[in-house]
């Protein structure tokens, strides 16, 4: 079919072999794992669809053959194994919203400004900084890309948009 240019989201879905993929067979999520963006979102330079890793091509547990990398939102943004990507009008009803909308809405935009219902998300260990003495650090707005992705949000009430 062709594309009518009245799309307004994209759609990723990913594959679910339960074969290779032994947490797919349980009821944590709905399987195959989908996540969505808004087109400009998709759009923006920082958003990538990886096909390696540290100048390697990407080990299955890292999402090959191709996955999302989402660099100001939460990784569980970061679709891995995508076997296919559609183009739709409608805001996608994803993994995470479908499992748990009061927890996990469609932005997943990191922001220490906004808890999640049953934590804080103002404070972050970063791999290498963990062990029960150190200290966290401030978590920043959109990972500290706030001047690149920031303006895609004006208007949008982000605590609802969470
Ligand atoms: N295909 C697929 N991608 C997925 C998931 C999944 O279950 N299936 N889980 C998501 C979640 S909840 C997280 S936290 C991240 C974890 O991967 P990372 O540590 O490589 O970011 O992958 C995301 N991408
Ligand atoms: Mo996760």
């Known amino acids: 079919m062709e594309p009518t240019g ?4 994209v759609e990723f879905h990913t594959l679910a072999d339960p074969k290779t993929m032994p947490f797919v067979g349980s009821r944590v999520l709905e399987w195959p794992y989908v996540e969505g963006l808004r087109m400009d979102e998709a759009l923006h330079p920082l958003t990538l669809l990886a096909f390696g890793m540290y100048g390697e091509v ?21 679709a891995k194994s995508i ?10 009803r994803t ?7 009061s927890e996990y ?10 808890d999640h219902p049953r934590w804080s998300q103002a404070t972050e260990r970063r791999i290498g900084e963990d062990g029960i003495f150190a200290k966290k650090r401030p978590t920043l707005m959109f990972n500290g890309y706030e001047a690149q992705v920031g303006p895609m ?10």
Request: charge should be positive.
């Open 105 to 114: 809405g469609f932005y997943s935009n990191v922001n220490p400004n906004v």
């Open 6 to 9: 009245n799309a307004k989201f």
């Open 153 to 162: 949000y004006a208007g949008l009430d982000l605590s609802k948009n969470f």
């Open 58 to 78: 990407l080990p299955n547990q890292n999402g090959a053959p191709v996955r999302l990398v989402v660099p100001w939102k939460y990784g569980f943004k970061s």
């Open 83 to 92: 076997v296919k990507i559609r183009f739709v009008e409608k805001q996608p």
């Open 95 to 101: 993994a995470w919203v479908k499992a748990a909308a």
